[in-house]
């Protein structure tokens, strides 16, 4: 299922938003986020967009704060189950931001960043728990140091700044399945 560090047979939206790992470090970390653009709403092509540095400013209120940004993750799982890769995962992609895990500052150097479409206040869907669990027992398999003490929330690495994956997300559904 993951070639290259590439995952087969998913959509590929390649990010400009990425750089290289240090040299030797192991990927020993997934961290789960959510998103949605405009927040509370599905569908479109506004986090491709928010990827690729092409966010059109003017196309929503919400968009002119954002649009500037230069973040990316390796993967998205939308709400159909549909999962969308933009960073392979030897490279990193900029996801985590300041964040910090077991001391270790800047989490981006060590992490896989899967983003959920979703937001804090609505339940995901019975699709995306079902391929964030079989994503993640492939990226278990392919990378051994992410262990079942290194699956962590956005807000787990970064808390007072962020929130997600929110209170609907169900950890012990989805560690159940996966581990």
Not at 16 to 35: F, K, M, T
Not at 98 to 107: G, K, L, P, T, V
Request: proline share 8%; net charge negative.
């Amino acid at each position: 299922m993951i070639a290259n560090h590439w995952l087969a047979d998913v959509t590929q939206v390649q990010s400009p938003n990425c750089s290289d790992r240090p040299a030797g470090e192991e990927i020993s970390l997934l961290v789960i986020h959510n998103i949605s653009l405009p927040p509370g709403e599905f569908g479109g092509p506004w986090i491709d967009k928010l990827f690729t540095n092409e966010l059109p400013p003017d196309a929503h209120p919400y968009f002119a704060d954002i649009a500037a940004l230069r973040v990316s993750a390796h993967l998205l799982i939308r709400r159909d189950g549909a999962i969308i890769q933009y960073v392979p995962f030897n490279r990193k992609a900029w996801h985590a931001g300041q964040s910090c895990f077991e001391a270790r500052e800047n989490c981006n150097e060590f992490s896989i960043g899967i983003e959920l479409e979703g937001c804090d206040d609505k339940p995901f869907t019975d699709e995306q728990y079902d391929r964030l669990a079989t994503v993640t027992r492939y990226l278990i398999s392919h990378y051994p140091a992410i262990g079942s003490g290194r699956i962590v929330g956005h807000s787990d690495i970064a808390p007072g700044r962020k929130t997600d994956p929110g209170p609907h997300f169900d950890w012990t559904r989805y560690l159940a399945n996966c581990l």
